[in-house]
T-cell receptor, first 112, second 116 residues
Framework: DGGITQSPKYLFRKEGQNVTLSCEQN?????MYWYRQDPGQGLRLIYY???????QKGDIAEGYSVSREKKESFPLTVTSAQKNPTAFYLC???????????FGSGTRLTVV | AQKVTQAQTEISVVEKEDVTLDCVYE???????LFWYKQPPSGELVFLIR??????QNEISGRYSWNFQKSTSSFNFTITASQVVDSAVYFC?????????????FGKGITLSVRP
């Protein structure tokens, strides 16, 4: 079945370390997105990519980096510059203007 | 810039009550899409509905119904005869259709608790 796979489901990192969250899709979708969710804040856009080798900052990109070397993959790196990285991270993809959005099951990152 | 406001933060009802979740949006585009998603405790987002800005017909799907009113920029969601399984966080979202792949802007979500 087609879908989006996010791994791992739970991730712990020590303060000051970089960590990379994986997002893979087999839906042949052009666009991919990363959202961050905090309690009471809804989902906020971190980065998005409309085509391979191109991506744009969202509303809260500081302290994060991404790459889009393959259509299927859009990994998110949470760097040590991110002041408050503990959150739930959701990856999504879409096929285009009239298409819907498909979400992964999320990665819960905790900084210890 | 686009914006979605869900003024209600938490709602608690007793099973079998009807409940309406409010959503107000702002956009300068004439063409856009509105969405509702459900997020159960497991965390994944469950798609409920997508409505484009040219279709103002209300929609009913089982116990769920949606009221889209462009005049008030609202897209409200009603659950009839609520059940405990409806307990979740519900998000309203907006996508402007100008770009080929437009990003979704979410409201802050409404936590619905349905008590037995």
């Amino acid at each position: 079945d087609g879908g989006i796979t996010q791994s791992p489901k739970y991730l712990f990192r020590k303060e000051g370390q970089n960590v990379t969250l994986s997002c893979e899709q087999n839906l042949n979708h052009d666009a991919m997105y990363w959202y961050r969710q905090d309690p009471g804040q809804g989902l906020r856009l971190i980065y998005y990519s409309q085509i391979v080798n191109d991506f744009q900052k969202g509303d809260i990109a500081e302290g994060y980096s991404v790459s889009r070397e393959k259509k299927e993959s859009f990994p998110l790196t949470v760097t040590s510059a991110q002041k408050n990285p503990t959150a739930f991270y959701l990856c999504a993809s879409s096929i285009g203007r009239r298409g819907g959005y498909t979400f992964g099951s999320g990665t819960r990152l905790t900084v210890v | 810039a686009q914006k979605v406001t869900q003024a209600q933060t938490e709602i608690s009802v007793v099973e079998k009550e009807d409940v309406t979740l409010d959503c107000v949006y702002e956009t300068r585009d004439t063409t856009y899409y509105l969405f509702w998603y459900k997020q159960p405790p497991s965390g994944e987002l469950v798609f409920l509905i997508r409505r484009n800005s040219f279709d103002e017909q209300n929609e009913i799907s089982g116990r769920y119904s949606w009221n889209f009113q462009k005049s008030t920029s609202s897209f409200n969601f009603t659950i009839t005869a609520s059940q405990v399984v409806d307990s979740a966080v519900y998000f309203c979202a907006l996508s402007e259709a100008a770009g080929a792949n437009s990003k979704l802007t979410f409201g802050k979500g409404i936590t619905l608790s349905v008590r037995p």
